[in-house]
């Protein structure tokens, strides 16, 4: 089974406009995250999808690899589709560009759900993590999830599912962590359709894979990374680094 890692990565950032060039203890945050990625050893490849030639000579000049892409996507999956549609791949991992600090293990986690599934049910596979403080649940930034008995995903919302009708039943809150890997025809698949109803409603792209009936495999993890959306999340990544690394 060939997997490949694919890291989409925009110049543009609306929170914190070019982010991704930005320095972390020496190198750029990309070819952080590219590195990080690679040192992983779970991947035949690992490529960054980018609409930018500053991001991609960041990568050619540093021995990495990349591939230019559209600027007009909508999606991370839209990206990630058009770099990989010629390139030979059972398995398509997407790493977020702006999360440098990456776990091996849950990456590996999400790889097993398709060396396990030899009937090739599952298209997708992704990870979700527990909250508990009620601004994170309501907030409609967190996407949460919720799934059949199986693990399998049911249906992705910004409100609260499932919700406490009862507030004797204590079930606990998902938020979808967004990382995820995919079988690369269930990812073109993706590619060559229009958005969905309810994926427009909710501005989630992956609800356009449940409303095509293809299931995702959702995997707990108690992993939560640094994202760097802001100066201050640099920041906090720079003392994390030198506290690993140094």
């Not at 750029?28 to 690992?46: C, K, M, N, P, W």
């Not at 589709?81 to 997407?94: G, P, R």
């Amino acid at each position: 089974m060939k997997k490949i890692a694919v890291i989409p990565a925009r110049f543009e950032a609306s929170r914190f406009p070019g982010k991704l060039m930005k320095d972390l203890c020496g190198k750029s945050v990309i070819l952080r995250t590219y590195e990080a990625a690679l040192h992983t050893g779970l991947f035949d490849q690992v490529l960054v999808a980018t609409d930018s030639t500053v991001i991609y000579d960041e990568i050619i000049n540093n021995g990495g690899e990349a591939v230019m892409s559209r600027r007009d996507h909508q999606t991370g999956s839209d990206r990630i589709a058009e770099a990989v549609e010629n390139y030979e791949a059972d398995v398509v991992i997407n790493v977020q560009g702006d999360e440098p600090f990456t776990n091996q293990a849950d990456l590996k986690k999400l790889i097993e759900v398709f060396e396990n599934d030899p009937r090739k049910e599952i298209s997708l596979a992704s990870l979700m993590h527990e909250i508990k403080d009620q601004e994170d649940i309501q907030n409609p930034n967190n996407v949460k999830v919720i799934t059949d008995l199986s693990g399998h995903a049911l249906y992705f919302s910004r409100s609260i599912i499932p919700f406490p009708r009862d507030e004797n039943v204590k079930q606990p809150v998902f938020k979808h962590i967004g990382i995820y890997a995919f079988r690369k025809e269930a990812l073109l698949d993706f590619y060559h359709q229009s958005p969905t109803p309810l994926e427009l409603s909710e501005k989630i792209e992956c609800i356009r894979y449940l409303e095509h009936g293809k299931k995702i495999k959702m995997i707990a993890t108690d992993h939560l990374s640094i994202g760097i959306d802001t100066a201050q999340d640099l920041e906090k990544a720079v003392v994390q680094w030198k506290q690993l690394y140094n």
